[in-house]
């Protein structure tokens, strides 16, 4: 069972609400199942990180970052609320990669090398996996972090990589790398959730890239 408790939780990942409300018109159902075919075809990891992330999409969520206690491992907030954190920690957990434990392991064994930023005095498995500066660090150590260019291309990134952005008001952010619809396939979209739920959409570098992962699971 899981039980709400109605407890600020500091810094999750803020909203940033889109000023555009409807998806794009390109962006369907059909589209999304055309690609994740397409995805699953191609084999490797990342390609199928993008196809479970694409999946997500499909998905009713409402954005709350409200702290919740929730099982270990293998716990999940109510399906249809969450984060930007969560499309990352679902769409690895439709592979088999638990993030909320992997992370809780390294920080019961390493505390002091994640962030400091919420005054705590040890590991919490109901939010720990749920904040963007711990996956950021995560990712860091558990598998590979990829050097930012002074100007950022989309040729730099892969489907299936991890990109942590800086919001305009200064909240973190983290999504999926995707490819885009139908004939903007080879084109690098990102599917995460801004505030309306997950979202497939063209704006891998309209926000500050502050982190760029690339992670296929503990060997």
Not at 59 to 74: F, S, T, W
């Amino acid at each position: 069972m899981i039980l709400f408790v109605v407890v600020g939780v500091g810094i999750v990942a803020k909203p940033y609400i889109s000023q555009a409300l409807a998806r794009n018109a390109s962006v369907t159902e059909l589209k999304v199942e055309e690609t994740v075919s397409w995805l699953n075809q191609k084999g490797a990891f990342g390609n199928q990180l993008a196809a479970a992330a694409l999946k997500r999409t499909k998905k009713e969520v409402v954005y709350d970052p409200a702290y919740y206690q929730i099982p270990y491992p293998n716990g999940d907030v109510p399906a249809g609320k969450g984060v930007c954190t969560d499309v990352v920690v679902r769409s690895y957990r439709a592979l088999g990669v638990d993030l909320q434990q992997l992370v809780h392991d390294d920080m019961t064994q390493n505390f002091r090398i994640y962030p400091q930023l919420w005054n705590l005095k040890g590991p919490d498995t109901n939010i720990d996996h749920r904040r963007v500066p711990n996956l950021q660090r995560f990712f860091t150590r558990s598998g590979r972090e990829i050097e930012l260019p002074e100007t950022s291309s989309a040729e730099n990134f892969s489907f299936g990589d991890v990109v942590a952005w800086r919001l305009p008001h200064g909240a973190t952010h983290i999504g999926v790398v995707v490819p885009g619809p139908g004939d903007r396939r080879d084109e690098k979209w990102i599917v995460h959730n801004i505030g309306s739920g997950p979202q497939w959409e063209d704006k891998l570098l309209e926000y500050q890239v502050i982190g760029h992962y690339r992670y296929a699971g503990s060997k």
